[in-house]
């Protein structure tokens, strides 16, 4: 069975940091691209950021460019998204998915982008 397990949610300040990790089992994420996404209550679900199947490419959207940071590790078979710097505003489910192919390519525009996705990890910002 192929599943995406996220992990490393919770209740943090404002300010503060969190790391979440994106762990695959039944198949590889080496030949992948993984994207984080979140969706926040009442609201439309957001591409955060992107990083292609080596690592060599990244992207990030403009809400979190220079507070968030994503890499992975193919031998863990493992991507993670360091979060810091925390807000309010970031508040949500946070989930990642895997592309079929090694690019970013589109993770932000094709609905189909994702074939394989995560249940998500609560991420909370309050003090």
């Known amino acids: 069975q192929l599943q995406l397990v996220e992990s490393g949610g919770g209740l943090v300040q404002p300010g503060g940091s969190l790391r979440l990790s994106c762990a695959a089992s039944?198949?590889?994420?080496?030949?992948?691209?993984i994207g984080w996404f979140r969706q926040a209550p009442g609201k439309e679900q957001e591409g955060l950021s992107c990083?292609?199947?080596?690592?060599?490419?990244?992207h990030y959207v403009d809400s979190v460019k220079g507070r968030f940071t994503i890499s992975r590790d193919n031998g863990k078979n493992t991507v993670y998204l360091q979060m810091n710097n925390l807000k309010p505003e970031d508040t949500a489910v946070y989930y990642c998915?895997?592309?079929?192919?090694?690019?970013?390519?589109?993770?932000?525009?094709?609905?189909?982008?994702?074939?394989?996705w995560g249940k998500g990890t609560l991420v909370t910002v309050s003090s």
């Open positions: 990083i292609s199947s080596t690592g060599g490419t990244t």
């Open positions: 998915t895997a592309n079929r192919y090694p690019y970013c390519g589109g993770y932000l525009s094709s609905p189909e982008w994702g074939s394989v």
């Open positions: 039944g198949f590889s994420l080496n030949d992948k691209a």
